[in-house]
T-cell receptor, first 113, second 115 residues
């Protein structure tokens, strides 16, 4: 593994179903983030984690939950998917020490029908 | 909250010509500014950042950006565009909120470089 990986690459999901998007990083970064990207809206922060064991809400957290059991993994769960959650989801991380640039995974394209 | 604006949805330029992708910012305090590029079906790639120091920042792939405090701008530039530069470009600003520090992104500018 090099950098950030996300799985699955894409998924079609029936409304009402539960879905977990996976994110793993091997850079030992403290901070991790989940964004959704929608046409004309740019990237919007869903949830974040400053360090393992802590999480917080971003700009658009409703309908999503996260956990951070260890440094490397930061899964995003949709408890009961709705069509408005159709989007491309990106996981990102940063060291937590200066710089502030974030490094992004390749994304998961999710379609909720 | 901090914010950035990218006034152009799309920029068209011919290969070999200079390119500029515009970004203006609104911050309280000193701005930390970033540019990212996104190629089709890919994640965002970090290009460059301004934290402090020289107003002209050099980054990856021959790109540079000019920080202008009086105009609150951070435009991305390249002296000679390549067709392979065609992509979606995002400007971002560091945003310190209650409990966390993240980036706030502009809506993006599509750069199309024609042969």
């Amino acid at each position: 593994i090099a950098g950030i990986t996300q799985a699955p690459t894409s998924q079609i999901l029936a409304a009402g179903r539960r879905m977990t998007l996976r994110c793993t990083q091997d850079m030992r970064h403290n901070a991790m983030y989940w964004y959704r990207q929608d046409l004309g809206l740019g990237l919007r922060l869903i949830h974040y984690s400053n360090t393992a064991g802590t999480t917080g809400k971003g700009e658009v957290p409703d309908g999503y939950s996260v956990s951070r059991a260890n440094t490397d993994d930061f899964p995003l769960t949709l408890a009961s998917a709705v069509p408005s959650q159709t989007s491309v989801y990106f996981c990102a991380s940063r060291t937590g020490q200066g710089g502030y640039e974030q490094f992004f995974g390749p994304g998961t394209r999710l379609t909720v029908l | 909250a901090q914010s950035v604006a990218q006034p152009e949805d799309q920029v068209n330029v011919a290969e070999g010509n200079p390119l500029t992708v515009k970004c203006t910012y609104s911050v309280s305090g000193n701005p930390y500014l970033f540019w990212y590029v996104q190629y089709p079906n890919r994640g965002l790639q970090f290009l460059l950042k301004y934290i402090t120091g020289d107003n002209l920042v050099k980054g990856s792939y021959g790109f540079e950006a000019e920080f202008n405090k009086s105009q609150t701008s951070f435009h991305l530039k390249k002296p000679s565009a390549l067709v392979s530069d065609s992509a979606l470009y995002f400007c971002a600003v560091r945003d310190d909120n209650s409990g966390y520090s993240t980036l706030t992104f502009g809506k993006g500018t599509m750069l199309l470089v024609s042969p």
